[in-house]
T-cell receptor
Framework: DAMVIQNPRYQVTQFGKPVTLSCSQTLNHNVMYWYQQKSSQAPKLLFHYYDKDFNNEADTPDNFQSRRPNTSFCFLDIRSPGLGDAAMYLC???????????FGDGTRLSIL | QKEVEQDPGPLSVPEGAIVSLNCTYSNSAFQYFMWYRQYSRKGPELLMYTYSSGNKEDGRFTAQVDKSSKYISLFIRDSQPSDSATYLC????????????FGTGTRLQVTL
């Protein structure tokens, strides 16, 4: 029973063409996170929401945006994907700050 | 110096072996420690969550924390081919911060 669901699992887009990745959760957790993970690297936090409060990491490019319309859903928008944005994008949730995070299975993004 | 250091491996062991996976960290204020397992093309899955020094056991897995040495370990007893995955240590900075600091992950291969 998946509790953090990411769609799609695989996404192919063209260089410069906007793309949106989605995440939903059934855990009713307050915090939702987006990570970027490249091959053989640790997940890198892009931003997170505590409820409706958005927290951007200092080194997250402006090209990456996020929306959280309600508790259950969170979206990652990449406005103009470049070749360097090809990666696995992971969504995670936690009950509160500093609590264990529960991950979805990710969306693997390819850029043509 | 990185906040969390982890040997990337790969580590190859025969089935039934005891596996020791390790991380060191630099900030003595860290209090909570997590281990995640990540299978290929999947999201990280929380394995162990510990607080304070000492051991925590869950089935074949034991997490050990040595705060005096700033060293954490994950032991896997009677390793199985299904344990083949990447293991990531993760540490929340504490307080109200949400960010998890991940190690780079150790890739483990358990062979028949």
């Amino acid at each position: 029973d998946a509790m953090v669901i990411q769609n799609p699992r695989y996404q192919v887009t063209q260089f410069g063409k906007p793309v949106t990745l989605s995440c939903s959760q059934t855990l009713n957790h307050n915090v939702m996170y987006w990570y970027q993970q490249k091959s053989s690297q640790a997940p890198k936090l892009l931003f997170h929401y505590y409820d409706k409060d958005f927290n951007n990491e200092a080194d997250t490019p402006d090209n990456f945006q996020s929306r959280r319309p309600n508790t259950s859903f969170c979206f990652l928008d990449i406005r103009s994907p470049g070749l360097g944005d090809a990666a696995m994008y992971l969504c995670a949730t936690s009950r509160d700050n500093g609590q264990p995070q529960h991950f979805g299975d990710g969306t693997r993004l390819s850029i043509l | 110096q990185k906040e969390v250091e982890q040997d990337p491996g790969p580590l190859s062991v025969p089935e039934g072996a005891i596996v020791s996976l390790n991380c060191t960290y630099s900030n003595s204020a860290f209090q909570y420690f997590m281990w995640y397992r990540q299978y290929s093309r999947k999201g990280p899955e929380l394995l162990m969550y510990t607080y304070s020094s000492g051991n925590k056991e869950d089935g074949r897995f034991t997490a050990q924390v040595d705060k005096s040495s700033k060293y954490i370990s994950l032991f896997i007893r009677d390793s199985q081919p299904s344990d083949s995955a990447t293991y990531l240590c993760a540490i929340p900075p504490g307080g109200t911060a949400s960010k998890l600091t991940f190690g780079t992950g150790t890739r483990l291969q358990v062979t028949l």
